[in-house]
């Protein structure tokens, strides 16, 4: 009997003692609770510290910096597309002017000098010519209409940020003068059916100027039929650049080609690039063993070459 009650105190102290334990362990929660409420009642009052939005904005610019750099490419590679579309219909539109004129060429000067069947009529780099570079010489040209549709902005690269109204030359190749002659040594194809491998003839390619618009036709080479041939860069007595080859596509550029295909063209040779970039490369460094200069001109052979 008493062994009974002694085992029933103690079952009624344990019951107690894990009571109390309860009791305290939500009377601690609530505490911590309203502590915690407390604290955020606190920062909303205060704000950020200068340290804590430091470190915010340093993680904010590490983040920035890594993804602007794939942020521009992705950007780049857009246009790249945009381009090569605007020279697809350039080229259909070259090919439909020969098309409905007995396959001859539109002529790829840009000069006055042949007046009727210029690709595009800026006309001669001389005072008192206010038409070159305007969209008067782009709507004068043979291609707009009815070819191009009256789109001017099909004559604009969206890489090209200069202001010139126009982005793209037609190869010498194509009817680019007006004889069979001249230190480049290229001879001219002047109808399509005269085109031999079209696929490897280039029609129209991305190109630069420092001057109003791009003048003339597009030969980067001094003479194709060089041994050891050297890039061309047409610089004006000014001096100005008037016509280049351009690396704004990601270190490359695009072209057409007379099968009416449009490819980028990615130099592999780091010279071709700068060359292209204005910077310090003169042709004749940029030339020797040049893989891309060696491209340029199989691009640029004409007739018999
Ligand atoms: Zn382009």
Redesign the pocket.
């Known amino acids: 009997m008493l062994r009974k009650c002694r085992v029933k105190c103690i079952i009624k102290l344990v019951q107690k003692r894990i009571f109390l334990a309860i009791s305290n362990i939500e009377k601690w929660g609530e505490q911590m609770s309203e502590q915690k409420q407390h604290n955020v009642r606190e920062i909303g009052r205060r704000g950020f510290t200068l340290i804590e939005l430091l470190v915010t904005i340093s993680i904010m610019a590490t983040l920035m910096s890594m993804l602007l750099p794939s942020l521009n490419r992705a950007r780049e590679a857009g246009?790249?597309v945009?381009?090569?579309s605007?020279?697809r219909q350039l080229s259909l539109a070259w090919y439909m002017y020969a098309y409905d004129n007995s396959d001859r060429l539109c002529s790829a000067d840009t000069l006055w000098n042949n007046p009727g069947y210029n690709w595009v009529a800026d006309g001669e780099v001389i005072a008192g010519n206010n038409i070159g570079g305007t969209e008067d010489a782009i709507e004068n040209g043979v291609l707009w209409w009815p070819y191009a549709g009256r789109s001017t902005d099909l004559f604009k690269?969206?890489?090209?940020g200069s202001e010139l109204l126009r982005?793209?030359a037609i190869s010498r190749t194509m009817n680019g003068k007006l004889c069979n002659c001249g230190d480049d040594n290229i001879n001219p194809f002047r109808s399509l059916n005269e085109i031999t491998r079209p696929a490897e003839k280039m029609v129209i390619t991305?190109a630069s100027s420092q001057g109003l618009w791009i003048e003339g036709s597009f030969s980067p080479v001094v003479d194709i039929e060089a041994e050891s041939p050297v890039w061309y860069v047409r610089v004006n007595p000014d001096p100005v650049i008037s016509r280049i080859i351009?690396a704004?596509?990601g270190e490359g550029?695009?072209i057409s080609l007379a099968d009416l295909h449009c490819e980028y063209w990615k130099y592999s040779d780091r010279r071709t690039v700068k060359l292209a970039d204005w910077q310090e490369m003169f042709p004749a460094e940029a030339s020797p063993g040049n893989v891309d200069l060696k491209r340029m001109v199989r691009l640029l052979r004409g007739i018999g070459q």
């Open positions: 246009q790249r945009v381009c090569q605007n020279m690269c969206k890489t090209d982005s793209y991305d351009t704004r596509h550029c695009n």
